[in-house]
């Protein structure tokens, strides 16, 4: 476990932050070793934190069986699970879900697919969807297209859009109406879509 030296832990755990009380983290390096493993619900410095071969777990178990830290590999706000061999695939006992990012109205709007899976707009005036930035092959999600209460908004697509029988949908136009369309990104110039009109 290697710390830099700017680090400072106190006795009550470890803390990324500005908080003088606990922790300052000023450093350009911050690296989990092979022999650490985490066997609580928590992150901390004591008796929560204890090494077991090459695994690093959060949660109540401990086997050698699971993500070990050569196939985990976090850098630029992602985590990546198997991007060694052999690679990994991410079971999740319970739910899970996306947030929804609300995409601002305007002549063109363009969604960041860094920042959400899942949008919302509304629409004030005749719009271009346009292509969206940061794709990443086999992201999916869905944008929720609104009307707003005088209705008659149209909706054009960027080239990126691909629909059934290369042909994009006419969307409903009355007022305050819903549709959503999903969407699966096959590569980083062409998105598979899909529009369910008239959803709420």
Known sequence: LTIGANVTVNATGVYLGNSTANIVAN???????????????TVAVGANVTANATTV?????ITNSYITSSSVIVANGKIAIGNTSPSLSLYVNGSAAGAVGTLSDGATITPDYSTFNNFSVTLGGNRTLANPTNLQPG?????????DATGSRTLTFGSYWKFPGNT??????TASAVDAIVYSVRSTTSITAQALLNVG
């Open 57 to 61: 777990f959060v949660g109540n178990s």
């Open 27 to 41: 450093t350009t390096a911050l690296t989990v070793g092979a022999n650490v493993v985490v066997n609580a619900t």
């Open 168 to 173: 994009a949908p006419t969307l409903t136009t």
């Open 139 to 147: 992201q999916s999600g869905v944008i929720w297209v609104s009307q």
